[in-house]
């Protein structure tokens, strides 16, 4: 665990829009963390197998949530309201 916090230090973080790793008290995208382990282009790797490696190794991994299934029937601002947990009015 140890070398792949020494690997981070002093890389600053990239804005996290989709998969995450944390390390120490900083959040990185997946990919670059991948990129800075493996000193590959981000393209040689998915970041399935950086998420199943690092949360091997004990770091705390985020995925991209998974997509609900939209409502049938609704109109955008109701179907949004349900995506964000409202009750949905008949």
Known sequence: MRPLTDSMKGVKP????????????RTYPVKQVGQVITR?????????????AVAKLGFTCRSLPQATAPVRG???IRHTSALLGAPVAA
């Open 14 to 25: 990239e804005e996290v829009v989709g998969e995450s790793v944390t390390i120490g008290r």
């Open 40 to 52: 590959q282009d981000r393209r040689d790797f998915s970041a399935g197998e950086v998420l199943r």
């Open 74 to 76: 609704l109109d955008p």
